[in-house]
């Protein structure tokens, strides 16, 4: 099967962890023990998160004294895709991948007019208490939201519409690579009407990225892999529990929280609608299980018991912005 996984940049630095190399390091390792497994007899497409990093290099470039101005976030994604890409391909192959690993640096194409540049929800950096947000907030000229307890800056996240490197990333899985993709969403760019492109100051979601690769490469599966064991229905009430499997039909009446699990959910929902074929979410450490439905919550075309079907293209609508079926040349 041809497969794209999805790892959470929590997954790969715990909310509780100091932002140290060893520290991230020590999680990618653990990740690359996990999915080179995986690897062995399917073809592997991996995308990351980068919250965490890219919220680190931004808070070092505003405050740098030498910078005339603080570096775009699109060059930083870069940057994360850069360190945390070669950190990956080098513990899945000491891993014991015996194949080639490849990082490729993606450029996700946005639109410029998109409504996600004028109300920023994408979560980046650390937490804060509310003052200390709220201060950074005024020096740095940040926006800034509640994160459950907590408070973090928000930036502007646009639907991706399509991936520069696509036929890149198709010749590479040809080749046997496994590839490592789509990282913190993609570098966003939009495209000049001379055909120039250009990177925008925004972060593009990695879930969100991650099924629109799905989608342009015909994958089987679409793993979205956290530090969460599975979505919960009634989250944060004495009711919680978790959903073994469920259906996009169903799916789409429930209601989850939008800086959380609300895009890998509607990531999910979107693959699943689109192909027919099951999604999942749920643990990292248990990705084996959640691909094969033992663990995590598995989504499914139609009911929990509903067999893969290519006819589920209009049982849920696409993330705000895009229409199940949109596909762009780029």
Known sequence: ??????????????????????VERRHIREAAAV????????????????????GLLAMESDA????????????????TQGMVGYWLTQELRNAGLLGPAVAVITQTLVDEADPGFASPTKFIGRTY?????????????????????????????PRPLGIVEQESIEHLLGMGAVVVCGGGGGAPVVR???G???????????????????????????????????????????????????GVDEL???????????????????????????????????????????????ITGHGPSSPDSADASDAVTAPPGLSVSERTDV
Request: charged content about 25%; aromatic content about 4%.
């Open 129 to 157: 208490t509310r003052s200390e947000a709220e201060d950074l907030a005024v020096r740095h000229g940040w926006q800034i939201r509640g994160d459950g307890l907590a408070w973090r800056r928000v930036v502007a996240s």
């Open 64 to 79: 740098d004294p030498s910078l005339t101005e603080s570096y775009p976030l699109d060059a930083l994604g870069a940057q």
């Open 1 to 22: 099967m041809r497969i794209v996984v999805a790892l959470g940049g929590n997954a790969l630095l715990e909310r509780k962890d100091r932002p140290d190399a060893e």
């Open 192 to 194: 000049e009407v001379s």
């Open 196 to 246: 120039r492109l250009r990177g925008v100051e925004a972060v593009v979601d990695k879930d969100y990225t991650c099924t629109r690769l799905a989608l342009d490469l015909a994958a089987d599966r679409l793993l979205l892999l956290t530090d969460v064991t599975a979505v919960m229905r009634d989250f944060g009430t004495p009711a919680a529990h978790a959903i073994d499997s469920i």
């Open 252 to 298: 789409a009446e429930l209601d989850f929280p939008a800086g959380s699990m609300g895009p890998k959910v509607d990531a999910a929902a979107w693959f699943t609608a689109v192909t027919g074929h099951r999604s999942a979410i749920g643990a990292l450490a248990e990705a084996a299980d959640v691909l094969d439905g033992r663990a995590g919550t598995t």
């Open 35 to 54: 999915l080179a497994p995986l690897a062995r007899e399917n073809q592997l497409i991996v995308c990351h998160g980068n919250g965490p990093q890219i």
